[in-house]
T-cell receptor, first 111, second 120 residues
Framework: GENVEQHPSTLSVQEGDSAVIKCTYS??????FPWYKQELGKRPQLIID?????GEKKDQRIAVTLNKTAKHFSLHITETQPEDSAVYFC??????????FGTGTRLKVLA | EAGVTQFPSHSVIEKGQTVTLRCDPI?????LYWYRRVMGKEIKFLLH????????ESGMPNNRFLAERTGGTYSTLKVQPAELEDSGVYFC??????????????????FGAGSRLTVL
């Protein structure tokens, strides 16, 4: 079946450094790619998303890039802060909310 | 605006017992989804309601799982009888429409905090 691979599973960075999380999807019909952040004990929250007709999208310190040919998309967080510590999930869909999620990345920002 | 509410937050049951999880979506959201994350793996789609109708239940693992949404408001997910492999976090999510509308505006899929199920 279709799947999304996400790497790394854990990531530790020093405060102020950048963090990059990478995902690869298998369904070539995917056209919508959201990223969710889940802090401990809280609900997953949408932080940024990108559609297949766009190659890059930025929102303050976070950005997402998409390479449709390679079926790769990545989350970039710059100037990391302790409150960025969380589990991040990438997902892919064909334009509906039936998402195929990655396995998650636990990000730790060390003060 | 109240978010998506799930109850209980954590349930511990013995193998063979029954558990019912409840989800209250955001008021006015016709679309309700159940997802599950098992033991640090990916979050997997279980099913999608449009109002009270099951639009897509292709992700339901087996017939031990029964989801209902009577009246098109809250939803329940019953596991009967529970098995060890059913342990995980069950997420509910809701949206006003079934197609993705981007991060701006109202067309966003909103998740609840999840119900953690532990089967011993």
């Amino acid at each position: 079946g279709e799947n999304v691979e996400q790497h790394p599973s854990t990531l530790s960075v020093q405060e102020g450094d950048s963090a990059v999380i990478k995902c690869t999807y298998s369904d070539s019909a995917s056209n919508y790619f959201p990223w969710y952040k889940q802090e401990l004990g809280k609900r997953p929250q949408l932080i940024i998303d990108i559609r297949s007709n766009v190659g890059e999208k930025k929102d303050q310190r976070i950005a997402v890039t998409l390479n449709k040919t390679a079926k790769h998309f990545s989350l970039h967080i710059t100037e990391t802060q302790p409150e960025d510590s969380a589990v991040y999930f990438c997902a892919a869909s064909r334009g509906t909310y039936k998402y195929i999620f990655g396995t998650g990345t636990r990000l730790k920002v060390l003060a | 605006e109240a978010g998506v509410t799930q109850f209980p937050s954590h349930s511990v049951i013995e193998k063979g017992q029954t558990v019912t999880l409840r989800c209250d979506p955001i008021s006015g959201h016709d679309n309700l989804y159940w997802y599950r994350r098992v033991m640090g793996k990916e979050i997997k789609f279980l099913l999608h309601f449009v109002k009270e109708s099951k639009q897509d239940e292709s992700g339901m693992p087996n017939n031990r799982f029964l989801a209902e949404r009577t009246g098109g408001t809250y939803s329940t997910l019953k596991v009967q009888p529970a098995e060890l492999e059913d342990s995980g976090v069950y997420f509910c999510a809701s949206s006003p429409v079934w197609w993705t509308g981007g991060s701006s505006g109202a067309n966003v899929l909103t998740f609840g905090a999840g119900s953690r199920l532990t089967v011993l």
